[in-house]
Each structure stands twice: as structure tokens, then as C-alpha cells.
């Protein structure tokens, strides 16, 4: 048989296809494929996220040197003047720094996804809608605790110790965890709102205004009277005061509040624009 029957012969073969057998029977918009569609996406999240130099930089790396670096040049400055190890302000405040500016990695991901068409072809596929921007926030969670552990033992090493109780210590972990939720959906609404401008970039101005601006980095007397105002009930602030009193003792239950008024202030203000600019983000191409 000559060569062109033969291709031919093997293209009129119907070669048989077989499919894996179904496992997901629930409709595409029931709770059940929320929570599966969505574990599956933050899954892909944070893979994405390790293999990111430049996310693993601002959410780890970055952090854990600052703490080092605060300590090194301010802290027995600052432990001389106050009489507490100032650790126990830079510790908390780095941790915050970790969350908020991985945060910021994140979201400048996200635009990366919405320029390079991304999220217009996991919007077509049979997936449930909230799935996307749920997915992020558990990421989101997730990537803020981990940082936050990693951010304690380096803190640790440096003499911070849990003076409360082991309990309080675990509990001071989800401070963090409580207003980088609410910083993470603000920083949503800002990378699926603006295609041109870099809000979520400048974003970083901000936080690091904030950085030197709250009774981590010296306690609040230190700064000028009329600034004082503003330094105690910045959310960077609040957070940190009840992250110091599950550790090294003072009050919890007022900063606690604050911190919980910031974060839900801040999803009530940016989880509908998140939401709607996602949408048109996913079926709009930078």
C-alpha cells in the first residue's frame, strides 16, 4: 500500500476518547462548588505565589530583614529610653509590614493576571462565580499566617517571648490575620478598578508612611502632641497594641475593637467595588 493511502487509511480511524467518570454532580452556583472550585483555585494561588520571586521577597524576605535591621539599629535605643525590649513593638509591627505588603505583591499579580487574559478564560469555565474572589481571600489568609509564624521566630530569636501565656501568644497570630483581611480586599477593589493607574502601587506609599507612623516603631509618646491623635488609632497602631498586650501585657480588648473596626470598615467600603470590578476585569482584557 502506497504511503498516501495508507495516511489515508489512519485518518478515516475514529480514535475512541474516553472521559474520566464524573464526580462533581452539584450545579455550577451551589454552596458545594463554591467550596470546591474555590479550595482548588487558592491552591493554585499560593503555588503561583512560591514560585513568585517577587511576592516570596515583599511578604518574607523583605520583612524578616527589617526586623533585623530595626533591631539592630534602633532597638537598644529604644529598649534604654522605654524599658521594655523594644522587640516586642518591632515584632508585631513587621509582622503587619509582612501582611500588608504581601498584600500589595499579590495584587499587582493580580493585574498581571488581568493584562495577560488570565481571568477572562477562568471566567468562561464552568466554575462558580465568587469562587475567584474567595479563593484569594483564603490564600490571602493563608500567606498571612504563615508569614506571621515565620516573622515570630525570627522574632523569637531576637528575645521575644510569650509573657501571657502560651494561649495568648496563638491568639496574638490572628491580629494580623483580622486586618490583613480587610487591607487584602481593599487592595482587590483597587487592582480590578484601575487599569491604568497604579493605585495599588502607590498603595505602598502609604503603608510605609504608616510604618514609621505607630507605636511599634517608638511608643506614641515619642511622637509630637498634635501627631499623637493619629498615631494611637492608625489601624497599624490598634493592631499592634493588641498584638503587645497578648504578649508582653496591657490592655487587649480596646485595641482589639479598633482593629476589628478597621477591617470590617474596610470590607463594608471595598467588597462591592471588588466584586463589580472583578466582573468586568474578568470579561474586559486590559
Known sequence: MSAPAQERRESNVITEITFHETTEVYPENSRAALAGHSLLQTQRLLRRWTRDPFTMLQAIVYPAIMLIMFNAVLGISVTRATGVNSVYGYAPMIMLVGAMFGSIASGIGLKTEWREGLLSRFWILPVHRASGLVS??????????????????????????????????????????????????????????????????????????????????????????????????????????AMKGLTLGGPVAEPLIKTALWSIGAIAVFALPAVRGYRKAAGTPI
Open 136 to 241: 484569594r481571600l483564603m490564600a490571602e489568609s493563608v500567606r498571612i499566617m504563615l508569614t506571621s509564624v515565620l516573622i515570630l521566630l525570627v522574632g523569637v530569636a531576637l528575645g521575644f517571648r510569650f509573657n501571657q501565656g502560651v494561649l495568648a501568644g496563638i491568639g496574638m497570630l490572628f491580629v494580623p490575620l483580622l486586618l490583613g483581611v480587610g487591607f487584602a480586599t481593599m487592595v482587590t477593589a483597587l487592582a480590578v478598578t484601575s487599569a491604568k493607574i497604579p493605585l495599588v502601587e502607590l498603595l505602598s506609599l502609604v503603608c510605609t508612611l504608616l510604618m514609621f507612623f505607630n507605636s511599634g516603631f517608638v511608643p506614641t509618646a515619642a511622637y509630637p502632641t498634635w501627631l499623637q491623635g493619629f498615631v494611637e488609632n492608625q489601624p497599624m497602631s490598634t493592631a499592634i497594641d
